[in-house]
């Protein structure tokens, strides 16, 4: 990396984290001063009026007089303002709308402001990796996010990824740094895109790797091994093959960072013949640390990665956690490579936290639950959390539940666990109970196939779904893959996070069993037989707690796709 480039962004995570660490010396002061200047900025907006922003002069007061909401409540709101309405949630415009999966077949479009963007997540993030490992600007930074703009709302607004906007706007100085240029993510083909990151990826020196999800991590070093030969073939000759589909102008926009190499391609080859295939941590020696995700279902993802980043067994690459975060806010920054905790971002959003015993004992009892202010948690319990934002989100259920581990100043660091009630995450798809009773449905109506009973279980080794099925009648063994088939589908239409984890290889093709007549009823008396009263020994049909439990006296047939 270059000097300049280095002492830029070096001094732009400085600034960042000095809010953060005034924030953590004092988060009741913190977490009041912030909901007092979000109150007095948006008390005129439709929604501050509503609510009576102006009279909230505390977070208890707050409670009193704002709702905890879901995204189906504020969709009327949001919708205003992607037609281009004004001064609705926020007193900011929204400069961009991050799309995500909603529990329906509606995506969510979460609003974007200015104010959010300068909390600057990454950038404190970036702050605290260097200090502990000052050898990540050694070289490039190698990173992977989605197209800023993926689209404009009915306003012409943009919608797309906030990661992305942040690489796309960076000064040319800074761009200089990172490995791969902007124009490498609008790539839409997911194999061309990730052959075009490792084309420049290999032709670099990487001292810092990364990105939200691991599996992405993974997916790099096998395509490098598996598409050896045609890399090294590239870097010799500077070019990028033109057996995967790339855009003409994404062509051009590259073409500078794609110089002819003999020398690098030499040694790539040299790498290959000594090991017998190419791994990173041959071609990239000074790699420092990689970021991406370690806890929750990701974690298995972790230890796949040692084979390929330390395989000779003589110390792994640190790891350190990326940080809670969603579409919606970044919601934690690690300090440290310990564990995959990180600190709230008590600086950029106010927290409350609900006991995860109030919800999953009383979950249509809003009344009953306590909603504690980040100073008032415990460490070793768990928590649903809702967010305030300054995008305006207020009082949000995110529906996630996190542990609280450990303390930084007066902060709580947080682990995420899992998603909350009716939904599962094993590769950031954030699959609902309703997409699934839908895409199901919808398959098998599609079929005539008559389904008396189902569950899905997640299947955290294989990185993919188990469909239990019991039919009400036989269903033939051409139908049984045909219903597979229309399943995965329906809920890579029903949830855009499911079809570009799909169609990235991220998440594997699921998995369909059909179960025997009467499972559902046997399950149901076993329940019983453990001690579960009648009305509480129903099937749960999806649990982020569940994983996949096996039951091969009970399957009749499996069937694949593939």
């Given at each position: 990396?270059?000097?300049?480039?280095?002492?830029?962004?070096?001094?732009?995570?400085?600034?960042?984290?000095?809010?953060?660490?005034?924030?953590?010396?004092?988060?009741?002061?913190?977490?009041?001063?912030?909901?007092?200047?979000?109150?007095?900025?948006?008390?005129?907006?439709?929604?501050?009026?509503?609510?009576?922003?102006?009279?909230?002069?505390?977070?208890?007061?707050?409670?009193?007089?704002?709702?905890?909401?879901?995204?189906?409540?504020?969709?009327?709101?949001?919708?205003?303002?992607?037609?281009?309405?004004?001064?609705?949630?926020?007193?900011?415009?929204?400069?961009?709308?991050?799309?995500?999966?909603?529990?329906?077949?509606?995506?969510?479009?979460?609003?974007?402001?200015?104010?959010?963007?300068?909390?600057?997540?990454?950038?404190?993030?970036?702050?605290?990796?260097?200090?502990?490992?000052?050898?990540?600007?050694?070289g490039?930074?190698?990173?992977?996010?989605?197209p800023?703009?993926?689209?404009?709302?009915?306003?012409?607004?943009?919608?797309?990824?906030?990661?992305?906007?942040?690489?796309?706007?960076?000064?040319?100085?800074?761009?200089?740094?990172?490995?791969?240029?902007?124009?490498?993510?609008?790539?839409?083909?997911?194999?061309?895109?990730?052959?075009?990151?490792?084309r420049?990826?290999?032709?670099?020196?990487?001292?810092?790797?990364?990105?939200?999800?691991p599996?992405?991590?993974?997916?790099?070093?096998?395509?490098?091994?598996?598409?050896?030969?045609?890399?090294?073939?590239d870097?010799?000759?500077?070019?990028?093959?033109?057996?995967?589909?790339?855009?003409?102008?994404?062509?051009?926009?590259?073409?500078?960072?794609?110089?002819?190499?003999?020398?690098?391609?030499?040694?790539?080859?040299?790498?290959?013949?000594?090991?017998?295939?190419?791994?990173p941590?041959?071609?990239?020696?000074?790699?420092?640390?990689?970021?991406?995700?370690?806890?929750?279902?990701?974690?298995?993802?972790?230890?796949?990665?040692?084979?390929?980043?330390?395989?000779?067994?003589?110390?792994?690459?640190?790891?350190?956690d990326?940080?809670?975060?969603?579409?919606?806010?970044?919601?934690?920054?690690?300090?440290?490579?310990?564990?995959?905790?990180?600190?709230?971002?008590?600086?950029?959003?106010?927290?409350?936290?609900?006991?995860?015993?109030?919800?999953?004992?009383?979950?249509?009892?809003?009344?009953?639950?306590?909603?504690?202010?980040?100073?008032?948690?415990?460490?070793?319990?768990?928590?649903?959390?809702?967010?305030?934002?300054?995008?305006?989100?207020?009082?949000?259920?995110?529906?996630?539940?996190?542990?609280?581990?450990?303390?930084?100043?007066?902060?709580?660091?947080?682990?995420f666990?899992r998603?909350?009630?009716?939904?599962?995450?094993?590769?950031?798809?954030?699959?609902?109970?309703?997409?699934?009773?839908?895409?199901?449905?919808?398959?098998?109506?599609?079929?005539?196939?008559?389904?008396?009973?189902?569950?899905?279980?997640?299947?955290?080794?294989?990185?993919?779904y188990?469909?239990?099925?019991?039919?009400?009648?036989?269903?033939?063994?051409?139908?049984?893959?045909?219903?597979?088939?229309?399943?995965?589908?329906?809920?890579?239409?029903?949830?855009i996070?499911?079809?570009?984890?799909?169609?990235?290889?991220?998440?594997?093709?699921?998995?369909?069993?059909?179960?025997?007549?009467?499972?559902?009823?046997?399950?149901?008396?076993?329940?019983?037989?453990?001690?579960?009263?009648?009305?509480?020994?129903?099937?749960?049909?999806?649990?982020?707690k569940?994983?996949?439990?096996?039951?091969?006296?009970?399957?009749?047939?499996?069937?694949?796709?593939?």
């Amino acid at each position: 990396m270059g000097r300049l480039a280095s002492f830029l962004i070096g001094m732009k995570a400085r600034q960042a984290a000095a809010p953060f660490e005034r924030a953590v010396a004092d988060v009741r002061a913190s977490q009041e001063a912030l909901l007092g200047r979000m109150m007095e900025r948006n008390r005129n907006t439709e929604y501050g009026r509503t609510y009576g922003f102006a009279a909230i002069d505390s977070l208890a007061e707050y409670a009193r007089r704002v709702p905890v909401v879901d995204y189906e409540d504020l969709r009327p709101w949001i919708d205003r303002e992607t037609r281009g309405e004004k001064n609705i949630l926020t007193a900011e415009d929204p400069v961009l709308f991050a799309q995500t999966s909603g529990t329906t077949g509606k995506p969510k479009f979460i609003p974007v402001t200015p104010t959010c963007r300068e909390s600057g997540g990454l950038t404190v993030w970036l702050h605290y990796a260097r200090r502990d490992h000052p050898g990540i600007f050694k070289g490039k930074i190698l990173t992977i996010v989605s197209p800023a703009i993926e689209g404009y709302t009915e306003g012409n607004l943009p919608f797309g990824s906030t990661s992305g906007m942040v690489v796309k706007e960076m000064p040319a100085v800074v761009q200089s740094a990172y490995a791969v240029p902007y124009e490498a993510f609008e790539i839409e083909d997911y194999e061309a895109k990730y052959y075009a990151l490792l084309r420049c990826g290999l032709a670099s020196n990487v001292s810092l790797l990364a990105t939200a999800n691991p599996s992405s991590i993974l997916m790099l070093a096998e395509m490098s091994d598996r598409h050896a030969d045609r890399l090294i073939r590239d870097i010799r000759d500077g070019s990028l093959s033109e057996e995967f589909e790339t855009a003409p102008e994404i062509r051009s926009a590259l073409a500078p960072r794609l110089q002819p190499d003999a020398d690098r391609s030499r040694a790539l080859e040299s790498m290959r013949q000594q090991r017998g295939r190419l791994v990173p941590a041959d071609y990239w020696p000074d790699l420092a640390m990689l970021g991406c995700w370690k806890g929750g279902t990701v974690g298995t993802y972790i230890r796949k990665l040692e084979d390929w980043y330390n395989p000779d067994s003589r110390g792994m690459v640190p790891v350190r956690d990326m940080g809670y975060l969603a579409s919606e806010a970044r919601m934690s920054v690690p300090v440290s490579d310990r564990g995959s905790g990180g600190v709230l971002t008590v600086h950029a959003n106010v927290f409350e936290l609900v006991p995860a015993e109030d919800i999953e004992e009383r979950p249509d009892d809003h009344d009953s639950w306590r909603y504690l202010p980040a100073a008032e948690v415990e460490v070793g319990k768990e928590y649903f959390v809702f967010i305030s934002t300054t995008g305006g989100l207020y009082r949000y259920d995110i529906n996630d539940v996190v542990e609280v581990v450990d303390r930084y100043r007066t902060a709580p660091v947080v682990e995420f666990r899992r998603k909350g009630r009716g939904m599962t995450n094993l590769t950031g798809e954030k699959l609902s109970v309703n997409q699934l009773i839908e895409g199901i449905n919808a398959a098998a109506e599609a079929l005539s196939v008559g389904v008396a009973h189902f569950r899905a279980e997640p299947d955290l080794q294989q990185s993919r779904y188990v469909l239990k099925i019991e039919p009400s009648a036989p269903v033939e063994p051409d139908r049984r893959r045909q219903l597979l088939a229309g399943i995965d589908r329906e809920l890579s239409r029903l949830n855009i996070e499911y079809e570009a984890k799909r169609k990235s290889g991220r998440l594997r093709p699921p998995v369909l069993q059909i179960m025997r007549e009467g499972w559902y009823e046997r399950g149901k008396q076993q329940l019983v037989a453990e001690g579960k009263r009648l009305f509480q020994a129903k099937t749960i049909l999806l649990d982020a707690k569940q994983g996949y439990r096996p039951e091969p006296h009970e399957v009749e047939a499996e069937e694949t796709l593939g």
